[in-house]
């Protein structure tokens, strides 16, 4: 069975101070592993998408890498603005379906 | 561009009842999926249609269905509702394997 734990569940930073979420996965077979940010009540915002071990992306303060066995979400100087869920999904290979496993997401509170 | 849109926003709804949530992918996208969020969970995957057929169905009871419409909006029905069904309806589009979330239903059974 497809799993995603992400931690730590909640994180608190002060402004400019930077860190790192992890996403861990198991999956019989990985076709993409997604970041996602989600703001109270909201639907969430797709922000990267990783395929391979060893591949990064960044956008803005934002930087994803993935490894054969987890994935982190690295923020650089945050902003209050940053401030919110950050959810790590999976998508695995097999089947036609293209659905999401995700994780329960880290909760980031940045403070001025 | 507009994005995926969903409505109602809010729903209230008695245990027993019927609910019908809506949903229109962004233009040009084929692919629908519907998740149920629990206040503190992510997302968990209900149902994805393309192009009007069913590619897959998550872990929930008969009592959930849905259809895709000629013009790739959604239905997701939810039949006898139960208490437990209160929680965040989100609907997503894909395209090139990516998929796009729309604010989402709240609905709360009492």
């Known amino acids: 069975e497809d799993q995603v734990t992400q931690s730590p569940e909640a994180l608190r930073l002060q402004e400019g101070e930077s860190s790192s979420l992890n996403c861990s996965y198991t999956v019989s077979g990985l076709r993409g592993l997604f970041w996602y940010r989600q703001d109270p009540g909201k639907g969430p915002e797709f922000l990267f998408t990783?395929?391979?071990a060893g591949e990064e992306k960044e956008k803005e303060r934002l930087k994803a890498t993935l490894t054969k066995k987890e994935s982190f979400l690295h923020i650089t100087a945050p902003k209050p603005e940053d401030s919110a869920t950050y959810l790590c999904?999976?998508?695995?290979?097999?089947?036609?379906?293209?659905?999401?496993?995700f994780g329960s997401g880290t909760q980031l509170t940045v403070l001025p | 561009d507009a994005g995926v849109t969903q409505s109602p926003t809010h729903l209230i709804k008695t245990r027993g009842q019927h609910v019908t949530l809506r949903c229109s992918p962004i233009s040009g996208h084929k692919s629908v999926s519907w998740y149920q969020q629990v206040l503190g969970q992510g997302p968990q995957f209900i149902f994805q249609y393309y192009e009007k057929e069913e590619r897959g169905r998550g872990n929930f009871p008969d009592r959930f269905s849905a259809r895709q419409f000629p013009n790739y909006s959604s239905e997701l029905n939810v039949n006898a509702l139960l208490l437990g069904d209160s929680a965040l309806y989100l609907c997503a589009s894909m395209i090139q394997e990516t998929q796009y979330f729309g604010p989402g239903t709240r609905l709360l059974v009492l």
């Open positions: 990783l395929y391979s």
């Open positions: 999904a999976v998508q695995p290979v097999p089947g036609s379906a293209r659905q999401l496993t």
